[in-house]
């Protein structure tokens, strides 16, 4: 089936009419471009990532418009002057094309390409594919109002039971430490795993691009073409961090098995208080370790600031933690040769360490100012990052490691239950939104430019 014909280009509030010229800028003020400035815009929205921040090379733009005639840079530096201008925000405005010293112009917005013969707002929102629409009496204004009901209520309520059987058969087999720690573990993969399950088959809430102008107005778009540009990022980056999310779950599965199997064993067969096996302890990093990254993973998503040009290497990324965590390892041994139990306790030390520097992480980016969560429920959630690093603590002394197990299992559960509110909710959507505004190259040129203000 032929394609319709290119009707409008948009990109953030701004479209263009390659058919007659006109550029609307966010005011809906309608501009004709002269043939240069539209030609240069023209192939950069063609060839632009439909997420923006394609870089170009000058050359790249100089053969695609000029052809082999000899032009030089200076005069397409003025074209792109012009073409900003054009956009009513100052020839040296950088929020659409920014200059690259030495390398070229970064477009920098979203591009969302129009077909057909109808007005571009109609077009946008009949071609959209069918999405579910979202009601906000849908969910609570409050995370509290939603655990009680309006949302919540039903998961709420089955792991607030199953959490409860599990704490309150470890407490009964208290006296038997390892049984109890059994327990606990057990009732920890189980119920993990069933919210593994729950978020895969509950998908969070998408936009609902059939709104109208004064809809997205009240949440802070400058028109509905602006909106339904920005919607295609926004919702990547949702989904994105929706399955690094559910890996997470899945990832502390292994890990309470491994916990369920080495305590059942040594209570099984008498084994000593205090003993491990060295099978059990390499198991339990390496979970830890998988588990970790994939907390990276979802703090990565929460923490990238779109149009930013950051880069991380061995040095300066989530590698360089545990780089120096291990070089502590001759500092703990006194520079000493370890034995093999003493190897796998430093390292399971320092890798519960590296976990819980992550979760720390993690939790900071979902107390967001964007997001608002109340103080208790901060502290709350900041007190399971103490938890990541006890894990040598669970191996050695089994008195008390069934009542850790079960704090945890608690405070994993008022996680997922709060991450669950915020996909469902469209807070977390809102974060990205806000992050995308807030933090781009902008921000540093205005962070460079301030520090010349101290005298």
Request: with cysteine.
């Given at each position: ?44 929205l063609a060839n632009t990532h439909d997420e923006g921040g394609t870089l170009f090379k000058r050359e790249q733009v100089i053969d695609a418009v000029w052809g082999d005639a000899a032009i030089e840079t200076a005069t397409l530096d003025k074209h792109i002057a012009a073409l900003r201008d054009a956009f009513g925000r100052g020839k040296g405005d950088q929020s659409v094309i920014e200059t ?315 996680l997922y239950l709060y991450v669950l509110w915020l996909l469902q909710g469209g807070d977390l959507l809102f974060y990205f939104r806000e992050v995308k505004r807030a933090y781009d190259d902008r921000l540093d040129q205005r962070r460079r430019a301030h520090r010349r203000l101290i005298s």
């Amino acid at each position: 089936m032929e394609q319709d014909p290119l009707k409008n280009y948009v990109f953030g509030p701004f479209r263009l009419d390659p058919g007659k010229g006109y550029l609307y800028r966010e005011s809906g003020e309608q501009v004709e471009l002269t043939a240069t400035p539209r030609a240069i815009l023209e192939y950069m929205l063609a060839n632009t990532h439909d997420e923006g921040g394609t870089l170009f090379k000058r050359e790249q733009v100089i053969d695609a418009v000029w052809g082999d005639a000899a032009i030089e840079t200076a005069t397409l530096d003025k074209h792109i002057a012009a073409l900003r201008d054009a956009f009513g925000r100052g020839k040296g405005d950088q929020s659409v094309i920014e200059t690259k010293h030495r390398e070229g112009y970064r477009f920098k917005l979203p591009v969302q390409r129009i077909y057909g013969d109808a007005p571009a707002q109609s077009v946008s929102v009949a071609k959209a594919r069918p999405r579910e629409v979202f009601h906000p009496s849908d969910v609570a204004d409050t995370f509290g109002l939603w655990l009680l009901g309006r949302g919540g209520g039903t998961i709420s309520l089955v792991i607030l039971v199953l959490v409860s059987i599990t704490v309150a058969t470890s407490i009964y087999y208290r006296t038997s430490p390892r049984l109890a720690q059994t327990v606990a573990s057990i009732g920890q993969c189980a119920i993990i795993f069933l919210l593994f399950l729950h978020s895969l088959r509950n998908a969070p809430k998408a936009l609902s691009l059939n709104k109208s102008e004064a809809e997205v107005a009240a949440a802070g778009y400058n028109s509905v073409e602006e909106y339904v540009a920005e919607e295609p990022f926004l919702e990547k980056r949702l989904r994105l961090f929706s399955r690094w999310w559910s890996l997470m779950l899945a990832s502390w599965v292994p890990l309470y098995i491994v916990f369920a199997w080495e305590t059942w064993e040594t209570w099984r067969l008498g084994g000593e208080a205090n003993k491990i096996s060295p099978q059990a302890s390499i198991l339990e990093a390496a979970f830890n370790i998988l588990n970790t990254a994939m907390v990276i993973l979802c703090y990565n998503v929460l923490n990238q600031e779109p149009g930013r040009e950051r880069t991380s290497g061995v040095f300066t990324g989530p590698a360089a933690i545990g780089i120096a965590l291990i070089a502590l390892i001759p500092l703990l041994s006194g520079s000493r040769p370890l034995t093999a139990d003493e190897g796998l306790a430093a390292f399971t030390l320092l890798t519960g360490l590296y976990a819980g520097i992550y979760m720390a992480l993690f939790v900071a980016r979902l107390q967001s100012k964007f997001l608002d969560p109340a103080p208790l429920l901060v502290v709350l959630l900041f007190s399971y990052t103490a938890i990541q690093p006890l894990a040598l603590y669970i191996q050695t002394y089994k008195d008390w490691a069934w009542a850790v197990l079960d704090y945890a299992l608690v405070l994993k559960c008022l996680l997922y239950l709060y991450v669950l509110w915020l996909l469902q909710g469209g807070d977390l959507l809102f974060y990205f939104r806000e992050v995308k505004r807030a933090y781009d190259d902008r921000l540093d040129q205005r962070r460079r430019a301030h520090r010349r203000l101290i005298s």
